[in-house]
């Protein structure tokens, strides 16, 4: 099994900036690719950003590009998310997740193990 755990959430103002940090444990070696998902109140988990093993390929949803840059650092078994120029549509629990697969991951379903979530809040 693999433990995913994130920190790093927390209330900003808009236009602010918050890194997020996700740190693996327990079998690790099955990781591969990796990526931040959101949930806001009353809405479904949506894909953020995804990363490949070897750091070399991301890709971000559309409503975070330009702002949000995801980075891994393998030897600690982390994955960070930095967040600039936040908005108040930001306000989510972001979720990090893990993925057996080698390439770039978008779906849930792609992803085999997810943490419990940190709180971003956004205040106009």
């Known amino acids: 099994q693999v433990q995913l755990v994130e920190s790093g959430g927390g209330l900003v103002q808009a236009g602010g900036s918050l890194r997020l940090s996700c740190a693996a444990s327990?079998?690790?070696?099955?990781?591969?690719?990796m990526g931040w998902f959101r949930q806001a109140p009353g809405k479904e988990r949506e894909f953020v950003t995804t990363?490949?093993?070897?750091?070399?390929?991301?890709d971000y949803a559309d409503s975070v590009k330009g702002r949000f840059s995801i980075s891994r650092d393998n030897a600690k078994n982390t994955v960070d998310l930095q967040m600039n120029s936040l908005k108040p549509e930001d306000t989510a629990i972001y979720f990090c997740?893990?993925?057996?697969?080698?390439?770039?991951?978008?779906?849930?379903?792609?992803?085999?193990?997810w943490g419990q979530g940190t709180q971003v809040t956004v205040s106009s």
């Open positions: 997740a893990a993925s057996s697969t080698y390439a770039l991951a978008y779906s849930r379903m792609q992803y085999d193990y």
């Open positions: 990363i490949t093993f070897n750091g070399k390929n991301t």
């Open positions: 327990g079998r690790t070696f099955s990781i591969k690719t």
